[in-house]
């Protein structure tokens, strides 16, 4: 949103201030059009309600010849011939124990999936935060000061207190300071001059000097803004 008022020592600092805050525009769009982070959500351990279903669970888990097997050996701290006898059947004294060492090697492996596909989201929403900034970085470097004319529309006037002028094209000084002050400006033919700041900054000066005298432009020409400018939003 463009400012109230916007002041500065010549009008190509107003052009450039006003390209500066539409590029953080620009950049403030992209951010918010990044999708947001996702959370990590932590799985719940398995439930099995006898060894039978948790050595099931384990062997579709680990479908390898032996593999089943094995993780169990190593999760419940046995000899594989230990784990074997588990899996075909387990003895009621060591149920819990078998089935605690099925729970805890799949919530493991769980976690382990949920951890990777929440980094695999992650790192493809900073890529796509990261390409919408750059596509935001790239119509800024290509717009250069034509991102000023959207919101310079939006001005109507400016005080240019005392307006130091010069003979046409010549660049004479005419030894007088002209206090204009506040004057009304038709911002449009002026933002259509750009992206080209010197055009924008003739136009400018023409409709200040014309103004004050109607023609005046066609006689003298803005030396110098000593009390520089300020431009007032139509608001």
Avoid at 117 to 130: G, I, L, N, P, S
Avoid at 168 to 180: S, Y
């Amino acid at each position: 949103m463009t400012p109230e008022e916007l002041h500065g020592p010549e009008f190509a600092d107003l052009i450039r201030q006003l390209a500066a805050l539409a590029a953080e525009e620009l950049r403030a769009e992209a951010r918010a059009a990044a999708p947001e982070p996702p959370e990590l959500v932590v799985p719940e351990p398995p439930v099995f309600a006898d060894p039978q279903e948790a050595a099931a669970a384990l062997r579709e888990a680990y479908p390898g010849r032996g593999a089943a097997t094995r993780r169990l050996a190593e999760a419940a701290h046995r000899s594989r011939r230990t784990a074997r006898q588990w899996l075909r059947a387990t003895p009621p004294g060591r149920a819990n124990q078998m089935i605690a060492a099925v729970t805890r090697l799949l919530h493991d492996i769980a976690i382990a999936e949920a951890e990777a596909e929440h980094a695999r989201a992650a790192r493809a929403a900073a890529d796509e935060a990261a390409q919408l900034l750059a596509d935001a970085e790239a119509r800024i470097d290509e717009a250069g000061p034509g991102l000023a004319a959207d919101g310079l529309r939006d001005y109507h006037s400016a005080d240019v207190g005392g307006v130091d002028v010069a003979y046409g094209q010549t660049g004479k000084k005419d030894g007088k300071t002209r206090h204009i002050n506040r004057v009304s400006i038709n911002f449009n033919p002026i933002a259509d001059e750009l992206p080209d700041v010197d055009e924008a900054v003739e136009a400018f000066e023409e409709q200040v000097l014309d103004d004050y005298d109607v023609g005046l432009s066609g006689i003298l020409s803005v030396h110098a803004w000593p009390d520089g400018i300020t431009i007032y939003h139509r608001r």
